[in-house]
């Protein structure tokens, strides 16, 4: 099968690589109809995260109809329509049954790798690195999916572009929001405006946000998230910190939620050549600049909500603003099939149509210039879908 794959820094090509067959009893193998491009993908490409192999097959956002399923799952026929959850697990483990499937305990092979640098291992995911299960993606005609019992979520006849991002932007944009408890009356902020941003914004609102403030540097990106109701700035023309307190009669934001992650970018200044030649170096693995913003600009007692990713280390963090103001944070890859079904249900009642992201559709072969246009964000890019 044609596959795309990660082969150095900056590099992916599609390749023959050969098609995946049943392994376990709880497998199933899906014929991919639509894909997507994710953010993280532009992590590996970008060369952030360690133990990627030349060959690996990239994705983790994917969707298609079912063509075989292993003798230990019951629930799935062929022919059903599913997406998947990017997280792989188990549904059993200690972690599955508090609903917390991003830390599956069962997914990851390799765990040994990823507690070295972490301490303890997530779960595994799809086409994400060896140290984190080292699984083929889904930038590809077929795909194995372990577990397929207990992840494959089946979406009867609603259309690719609708439920294709159940598979992760739009839970995790959601959980964005649930782990800041966004709630009515609160006043959000969101650094970034790419895909994540923007469901996490959308999440706000259906959560019953007041006021939602969206930061990006690119205009395009912030016109789409004032179409879904978000208030604007430009982290170019003003200093994010000192505008957001003026925008909320000097308290700050109720919330704060970073949508950017490790490889956040600073309009310029000393700080970041700074994260820039640490990280460089390896003396440091992320960029922090959101992070240390959305912690210094959070209100008294507020939440700040990380799903932007990380992948190591950090420096200068702001711990002193963070113990004395009694905030909160929480982070984490998506718990996506906790929020899978209700949001489901939202896109079913047509509370919200999910396409709404979509700029760029390409055939799977044109993966490396999908990767190239969400990468310089160019031509109005905002998300890549790819059909096989
Ligand atoms: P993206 O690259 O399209 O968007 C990132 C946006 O952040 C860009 O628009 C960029 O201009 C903006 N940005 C950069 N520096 C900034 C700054 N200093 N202030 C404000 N905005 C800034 O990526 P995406 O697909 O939207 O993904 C965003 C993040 O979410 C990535 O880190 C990705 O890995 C992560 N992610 C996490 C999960 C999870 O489960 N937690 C799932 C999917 C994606
Ligand atoms: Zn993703
Ligand atoms: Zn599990």
């Not at 992320?286 to 990713?309: F, K, Q, Y």
Request: charged share 20%; aromatic share 8%; proline share 5%.
């Amino acid at each position: 099968m044609r596959a795309n794959c990660w082969t150095g820094k900056r590099s992916v090509e599609v390749r023959d690589v050969p098609d995946p067959t049943i392994l376990n009893r709880r497998d199933a193998i899906v014929e991919i109809s639509s894909t997507a491009i994710c953010g993280s993908d532009l992590h590996l490409y970008n060369g952030f995260i360690p133990t990627m192999r030349d060959g690996d097959v990239l994705g983790h956002e994917f969707m298609g109809e079912v063509v075989e399923v292993g003798r230990g799952v019951e629930n799935l026929s062929v022919g059903d329509r599913v997406v998947v959850p990017f997280p792989i697990a188990c549904g059993v483990c200690g972690a599955c049954e508090r609903g917390m499937t991003a830390l599956c305990e069962n997914s990851n092979p390799n765990a040994g790798i990823a507690e070295k640098l972490m301490g303890h291992s997530p779960a595994a995911l799809f086409g994400y690195s060896h140290m984190l299960g080292g699984y083929p993606g889904g930038q590809a005609e077929y795909a194995r999916v372990p577990f397929a019992d207990f992840g494959a979520l089946k979406v009867d006849d609603l259309p690719d572009d609708k439920v294709l991002f159940l598979s992760d932007i739009f839970p995790t944009g959601y959980m964005g929001a649930d782990m800041a408890e966004v709630g009515p009356g609160d006043v959000v902020a969101v650094w970034g405006a790419g895909p994540v941003g923007q469901f996490a914004i959308a999440s706000c609102f259906l959560r019953g946000a007041e006021r939602v403030i969206a930061i990006d540097r690119f205009d395009y990106r912030l016109r789409l998230a004032e179409q879904t109701g978000a208030e604007t700035l430009d982290y170019e023309q003003v200093s994010v910190p000192e505008a957001l307190t003026e925008m909320t009669g000097g308290r700050g934001p109720d919330k704060c939620i970073d949508a950017v992650g490790m490889e956040a970018h600073h309009a310029a200044g000393a700080l970041h050549a700074y994260d820039r030649a640490k990280q460089a170096t390896g003396l440091e693995t992320d960029r922090p600049h959101v992070l240390r913003e959305a912690v210094m600009s959070c209100a008294n007692g507020g939440i700040v909500s990380v799903i932007g990713v990380y992948g190591g280390f950090t420096d200068k963090f702001p711990m002193g603003s963070f113990m004395n103001r009694y905030l909160t944070m929480r982070a984490g890859q998506c718990h996506v099939h906790r929020y899978m079904p209700r949001l489901l249900e939202h896109v079913g009642n047509g509370d919200i149509d999910p396409s709404f992201v979509v700029t760029h559709r390409m055939s799977l072969d044109d993966a490396p210039t999908g990767y190239r246009t969400f990468l310089e964000k160019v031509d109005g890019c905002e998300k890549v879908v790819l059909t096989p």
